[in-house]
């Protein structure tokens, strides 16, 4: 018995591929496998600064 994949619909039009990265790129290792949580708050950190620099301007 093969298995019918269902195709998601976005406003009645097939959805695309996501554009996702493959690689994180903080540790540039695979998104898929090990913990992110230290990487992951690095780019949060590196984020506020940005916006903060944004924001003073």
Do not use: Y
Not at 30 to 53: F, I, L, P, V, Y
């Amino acid at each position: 018995m093969t298995a019918f994949r269902r195709k998601t619909k976005i406003r009645g039009r097939p959805m695309g591929p996501l554009d996702l990265n493959v690689i994180f790129d903080i540790c540039n290792k695979s998104r898929a496998h090990g913990n992110h949580q230290k990487c992951s708050a690095t780019r949060k950190a590196m984020a506020e600064e940005r916006r903060a620099k944004e924001n003073k301007s």
